[in-house]
């Protein structure tokens, strides 16, 4: 028996519906099991003994109308190391992370002259909720702590650096590659690709790539604005032209050691300091501290003006 014209409308009409509907799970399963826990902060800059009247909360507007939460810790009125206005240093968290616990580079930093300003990203600590966070939108978050801190007094803007830890760090050289009045990057704890921490991820969630992983991949693309080969920081680290100092531990188990090295031997504005730590690296990072603050003292420091 021949199926009538409308009978045909009709199963074309509950195909697409049923399309559409799938999508939309895939959609809202990947955000679910994609999104970053929000982790409260345990601690300020207080904890670390620091004058009151050196620690600032501040919001900054972000990107889609939400509000950033940041700490801006100054140098003592009375310091000497670096020369009024300020250098300043935007340090960015990492998936799931949030500004305390990047509060060990403070005091160091600090103690050099710097001011500091930690963001909470989106998403993250004590910044306002998104649909979803990705390594792009935490580089519109960095841009965005960028901008206040060059409209903000006592401020350098022509000598900011900025330090992320993985993700913050693939956001730090996504924001650098993008915005030219970067003084330095410190990338801690980077990886080289995003395409090959998701290829991980399914592979953990034992999800076929062919077909199913591939799809699912190009679905976050659409979803984030932008390819994976595009943002990946094995790319924009060539694009990067400020120094660039890349720290990683030797015994990360979460991003290898060898992506450290084919970042540094994608730029030749890179340096590489091994740590012998994993991928955390707040305790074991503290040996190298110096060499952080030399690196980044070099590179923001203020030129010599020849005279009139």
């Not at 207080?46 to 950033?68: A, M």
Request: with cysteine; charged share 20%.
């Amino acid at each position: 028996m021949m199926m009538s014209s409308g009978t045909l409308l009709i199963g074309f009409a509950a195909s697409v519906c049923g399309v559409l509907c799938l999508h939309r799970l895939v959609h809202w399963a990947l955000l679910r099991g994609l999104r970053a826990p929000r982790v409260p902060h345990d601690c300020g800059p207080l904890d670390l003994g620091l004058p009151v009247d050196c620690v600032q909360e501040v919001s900054i507007e972000g990107p889609r109308g939400k509000r950033l939460f940041a700490w801006l810790v100054t140098p003592d009125r009375t310091s000497d190391a670096q020369p009024t206005p300020h250098p300043a240093v935007l340090v960015m968290h990492g998936w799931g992370s949030n500004a305390a616990m990047m509060l060990p580079v403070v005091a160091p930093l600090r103690a050099a002259g710097f001011a500091v300003l930690l963001v909470d990203a989106r998403c993250h600590g004590r910044s306002d909720d998104e649909d979803f966070a990705s390594m792009p939108r935490f580089a519109e978050d960095i841009a965005a702590g960028l901008g206040y801190l060059r409209a903000k007094a006592g401020i350098d803007p022509a000598r900011i650096a900025l330090i992320g830890h993985s993700v913050g760090a693939g956001a730090a050289l996504l924001a650098a590659c993008r915005d030219p009045v970067v003084t330095a990057v410190v990338a801690v704890s980077a990886f080289a690709h995003p395409g090959e921490i998701m290829r991980g991820w399914l592979s953990r969630a034992r999800i076929p790539y062919p077909v199913i992983g591939w799809y699912l991949l190009r679905h976050v693309e659409r979803t984030i604005g932008a390819r994976f080969a595009d943002i990946a920081p094995v790319e924009t680290i060539r694009r990067v032209g400020c120094p660039v100092l890349v720290v990683h531990g030797r015994h990360d188990a979460t991003v290898p050691f060898a992506d450290a090295e084919r970042l540094v031997a994608a730029a030749p504005q890179a340096r590489l300091v091994a740590v012998d730590g994993d991928h955390d690296l707040r305790d074991a990072l503290g040996a190298h501290t110096g060499a952080v603050v030399d690196f980044l003292v070099a590179a923001t420091a203020a030129p010599v003006r020849e005279p009139a």
